[in-house]
């Protein structure tokens, strides 16, 4: 597991924020701690508040990656990446299958931030499984969908991709170990897959070699969130 050298936290844990009020999100950032997890703030909460969300979460210390998953002509998704670094955000994401260009333009963008955000590209949706694939067009089982984008991402020259769990060897072996992972449909042992259906647990996905874990209702539905984090943490073998 590579973590960033410069971050205080010690954990590849970033838990995702999706509640459809900031005063839900701001009372769960205020449980927990900017050591022990990273926050995501998704396109839900960002169109209730905007970028007035992130001002407090980063204040707390925390490290942010700000999921709205871009994906635009390329000079759209540059203007966008330059205002997303300019609010002072850990990570930025766009879709990959946005292509070459798109890509680039987002690259080059951060590259010009006196403070620049990592860049990832989403690849396939983990809520995604081959005959949803299929429907749209793409007839590519989703491993194999994943392969050709975090190549086509890793041409481009960002810093990684999001990917189902079910991909990281693939993805690693495909663009080199230092080649990002950001992985969501992490569900620990126990929990329900909800809408997701490319899962593994937390241990799972770091044994698989993943960077960073992206968790959400796990977490943040359970009865007691800060604790339901100390547990993920310790599972992984880091202690509160």
């Known amino acids: 597991m590579k973590l960033n050298s410069m971050s205080k ?8 924020l999706d509640f459809p009020t900031p005063g839900a999100a701001l009372a769960l950032a205020a449980r927990l701690d900017p050591e022990h997890c990273r926050l995501k703030v998704g396109k839900e909460l960002f169109t209730q508040r905007g970028p007035a969300i992130l001002e407090p ?13 871009f994906h635009d002509i390329p000079n759209t998704v540059a203007g966008a990446c330059r205002a997303a ?11 990959a299958s946005g292509g070459r260009a798109m890509l680039e333009a987002a ?6 931030s006196a403070n620049r955000p990592l860049l990832t590209a989403v690849t396939v949706l983990t809520s995604l499984d081959a005959a949803a694939l299929a429907e ?21 020259g960002v810093d990684g991709v999001v990917c189902s769990p079910q991909e990281i060897a693939i993805v690693k072996e495909a663009c080199g170990r ?3 992972t950001v992985t969501p449909g992490i569900r620990p042992a126990g929990t329900s897959a909800d809408d997701q259906s490319r899962i593994a647990t937390p241990a799972a996905a770091v ?3 993943t960077d960073y874990l992206v968790i959400g209702r796990p977490i943040t539905q359970a009865p007691d969130p ?10 992984l073998g880091i202690r509160a």
């Open 107 to 112: 690259r080059e963008a951060l590259a010009k």
């Open 9 to 16: 936290c010690i954990s590849p844990v970033i838990v995702a």
């Open 226 to 235: 800060a604790a339901a984090l100390v547990a993920i943490n310790a599972g």
């Open 207 to 209: 044994a698989a070699g």
């Open 136 to 156: 749209i067009g793409y007839a590519a089982p989703p491993a194999a969908q994943v392969e050709k984008l975090a190549r086509l991402a890793y041409a481009a």
């Open 85 to 95: 670094a300019a609010l002072g955000v850990w990570m930025v994401n766009v879709h």
């Open 57 to 69: 979460l980063v204040q707390r210390g925390f490290e942010v990656f700000l999921d709205l998953k």
């Open 178 to 180: 230092a080649f990002l």
